[in-house]
């Protein structure tokens, strides 16, 4: 056993002795947003995303695709059965 597994061991051994739990944070987890909130924060998170990486939008109709250049824009409308 190394060293560093024996350390580990022996902090989890005196926490277990002291009554302290382990730490679990899922156990005490509570959403604080619903599922239509987490779907517009994570839309918009995306869209920050693609504009950082430095992708221009580009639209099909009512669709919208992410991408570096209209070639490959239209390659992934055409993937999505957009054009």
């Known amino acids: 056993m190394s060293m560093k597994s024996k350390l580990g061991m022996?902090?989890?051994a005196a926490l277990a002795m002291m009554?302290?739990?382990?730490p679990n944070r899922m156990r005490d987890y509570?959403?604080?947003e619903n599922d239509e909130e987490k779907k517009r924060r994570l839309a918009k998170a995306e869209i920050e995303?693609?504009?950082a990486n430095g992708l221009?939008?580009?639209f099909y109709g009512?669709?919208?695709?992410y991408a570096i250049n209209q070639k490959n824009?239209?390659?992934?409308?055409r993937s999505k059965h957009w054009l």
């Open 10 to 12: 022996s902090m989890f």
């Open 19 to 22: 009554g302290i739990e382990t």
């Open 30 to 32: 509570e959403p604080t």
């Open 49 to 51: 995303r693609n504009k």
């Open 56 to 58: 221009k939008e580009f």
């Open 62 to 65: 009512e669709n919208s695709v």
């Open 73 to 77: 824009a239209d390659k992934k409308a």
